[in-house]
């Protein structure tokens, strides 16, 4: 499997995050995007209910969080027992103004402990016009800052969740990525992004990994086993998907996403609906 230098690690583990990191070729890359918006055309309105978990949908996209040139890295920092807990895609539409406000993603989705890290696959070109992560580096190694819920409209995070003081946003740096390319960011680290002036969307593949010691503290919930064995049988551990948007399939979504609304959205909100 495809991992690290031990420089490498050590970056990871100074910095918080690890960036550009080659993953799929630029023909692969075209061809998984191609595969998302075949499957947002398809959705129409209900597009929005493919943004969490459509590992458990659809073939190609289990394939894609299962692949070695990803999961090889992310056990080079997290230990050879890996699970898959969330797929989320982040995409600003050219124009749209979009940004993500800078937060610790630690502080409110319930895993202990911070064992955990994000692989952001980057399916279209994410140079610095098109608002790429944005790191605090070491950030991670600090506390846990008061995040205020601004509920912005131009903001892509669920709550607008924002941390408005006690760090120096001018530490910030920018991780730009070819399409096909990844950065690995911790799960305390803070970080956001600003928005796409650019006429392409910036699509960017959001994949959250934990090692199999973390527990969800606030909701049962599910996982997939990417790497090495389960002793601890914290997470329900789904299978892949038998057939593209088979009826089992959509059943075990609706859970997940379900199970995964409880546990970021305290106030009660559910998911878009599926169909
Ligand atoms: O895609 C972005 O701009 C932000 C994504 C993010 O906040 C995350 O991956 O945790």
């Excluded at 390319?181 to 959001?206: C, F, K, W, Y």
Aim: negative net charge; glycine residues 8%; contains cysteine.
């Amino acid at each position: 499997m495809a991992s690290l230098s031990a420089e490498a690690v050590q970056a990871f583990h100074r910095d918080g995050f690890l960036s550009p990191i080659p993953v799929f070729s630029p023909d692969e890359a075209r061809a998984l995007r191609a595969a998302l918006e075949q499957a947002e055309n398809e959705a129409g309105p209900r597009a929005d209910a493919l943004r969490i978990d459509l590992h458990l949908l659809t073939r190609w996209a289990w394939d894609a969080v299962c692949d070695p040139r990803i999961v090889g890295p992310v056990t080079a920092v997290l230990g050879p027992d890996v699970l898959l807990w969330s797929l989320q895609w982040f995409i600003k539409e050219p124009g749209d103004g979009k940004i993500v406000s800078f937060h610790q993603d630690a502080t409110y989705w319930g895993l202990e402990p911070h064992d955990v890290v994000t692989a952001w696959v980057a399916l279209s070109d994410s140079g610095p016009e098109t608002g790429p992560m944005r790191f605090v580096p070491g950030s991670h190694r600090g506390p846990l800052f008061d995040h205020r819920e601004t509920y912005a409209a131009d903001n892509l995070l669920s709550r607008g969740q924002t941390i408005d003081a006690g760090f120096d946003e001018g530490r910030a740096v920018l991780a730009p990525l070819r399409a096909g390319e990844m950065s690995l960011h911790h799960v305390r680290l803070i970080h956001g992004s600003q928005p796409n002036t650019t006429a392409d969307r910036r699509i960017g593949m959001v994949i959250r990994y934990a090692a199999t010691r973390v527990r969800q503290t606030r909701v049962e919930d599910t996982a997939v086993l990417v790497a090495g064995q389960d002793g601890y049988g914290h997470f329900e551990l789904l299978p892949p998907p038998a057939v593209d948007m088979g009826d089992a399939e959509r059943e075990r979504h609706g859970y997940a996403v379900a199970q995964l609304y409880k546990a970021l959205m305290p106030e009660g909100r559910v998911p878009p609906p599926a169909r």
